[in-house]
């Protein structure tokens, strides 16, 4: 059921100038995790269902595409070309709202430790209809990237890895908003503190934004799941004023507001060795949190916020406000799809080892 976003109810002169179109089922619904609360004897505790965000594919990207794909189709755009790792969701989420629109997907992969959901994600991705290209690293990508915008006009420029920039994040500030209405109405209480994953930094981004616009307090918990040079406070506390600026440019309304560095949380203790690595205490969280709620997450990010959240639960005696976990990760199955192993063979050449059955790091 289509919805008028809650940011362009509050800002009504944004709604003219601000492409947005619905993807996604929204607001998520917000649940208390009793069955954790009484593993951990906190109460309070609470969980974000983004995983639901959409029917195709939910998790956290489809909020922001709702305005990069609307902002594409304004501009008459054929192609959008995107970067993540091998498994991205980014990468897949674009993939499949894209081609609903019209709109073919390239995507730029990058090393990353290989495990059976990255190789799903691989025949996912040629499954749906992208364009895929293999690049060792970043600037691997980039040079990429350059090539298939000089090759193909109509390409929409780079859209950066996690669909971060000022547009994409707006996603996530009508996330907050549509959180305060959430706590508004009585559903949970005002969350003293938000965990989610950071990656792209987008999300908590958008977050950040949004909770300033609608005057709440909850302190957000980013917790870091790629190499610090890509993700750290700095870049954080700029990806927020820009997207307070971009708003701000729109809507008289709305404050130029800025933040510091130090103003923003991240925490750095769960990351393990590389991106996509799988940790410990990722997989400990995963499991107790299937066994207890029945949810479902994923070990490069969503298993790792949560890893921070029980340590800080655990380990805080005074804080018992309320937390709110945001599940970042999409629960659709994708497994009835019909993809097979063997379908590797049609992706380009580049991509072949990485179904040598002694590359994959079972768990
Ligand atoms: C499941 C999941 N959670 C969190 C993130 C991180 O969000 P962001 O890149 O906006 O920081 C991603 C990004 O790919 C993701 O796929």
Not at 31 to 42: F, G, I, V, Y
Not at 46 to 51: F, H, L, N, Q, V
Not at 152 to 162: C, D, E, L, W
Not at 311 to 329: A, C, D, Q
């Amino acid at each position: 059921m289509t919805h008028t976003p809650i940011l362009f109810k509050k800002y009504p002169e944004l709604q003219d100038r601000i492409p947005w179109i619905n993807l996604g089922n929204f607001p998520t619904p917000v649940e208390e995790m009793k069955n954790l609360e009484s593993e951990l004897k906190h109460n309070n505790l609470w969980i974000k269902r983004d995983d639901l965000s959409g029917e195709k594919y939910g998790g956290n990207k489809i909020r922001k595409l709702e305005f990069i794909l609307a902002d594409l189709l304004k501009k008459k755009k054929k192609w959008i070309m995107t970067f993540g790792g091998l498994g991205s969701n980014h990468g897949l989420a674009t993939t499949i709202y894209a081609r609903g629109l019209g709109i073919k997907t390239v995507l730029g992969l990058i090393d990353q430790p290989v495990t059976e959901h990255v190789q799903k994600q691989l025949l996912r991705f040629h499954y749906f209809g992208a364009k895929i290209s293999y690049a060792k690293n970043a600037p691997g990508a980039v040079l990429k990237g350059l090539w298939h915008l000089v090759s193909k006009r109509g390409v929409y420029s780079f859209y950066g890895p996690g669909g971060s920039n000022k547009i994409g994040n707006l996603g996530f500030v009508e996330a907050a908003l549509q959180l305060a209405k959430q706590v508004e109405s009585g559903i949970m209480p005002e969350p003293e503190k938000i965990f989610l994953p950071i990656g792209s930094m987008g999300t908590y981004a958008g977050l950040a934004v949004g909770l300033k616009l609608a005057g709440m307090e909850t302190n957000l918990v980013g917790v870091r799941v790629t190499d610090i040079g890509m993700t750290n406070e700095k870049k954080t506390a700029k990806m927020i004023n820009e997207t307070f600026k971009h708003l701000a440019k729109q809507s008289d309304d709305i404050p130029q507001l800025s933040v510091s560095a130090e103003e923003v949380n991240i925490n750095h203790e769960f990351a393990g060795p590389c991106y996509g690595a799988v940790t410990k205490e990722g997989l400990d969280a995963i499991q107790l949190i299937r066994v207890s709620e029945g949810i479902h997450l994923d070990t490069t990010y969503s298993g790792k916020a949560l890893a921070c959240m029980l340590k800080h639960i655990r380990e805080s005696e005074s804080s018992k406000g309320p937390i709110l976990f945001w599940n970042t990760y999409s629960s659709v199955d994708l497994d009835g799809i019909g993809v097979k192993y063997e379908d590797y063979k049609q992706l380009p050449k580049s991509f072949h080892r990485f179904f040598r059955e002694d590359l994959i790091s079972h768990h």
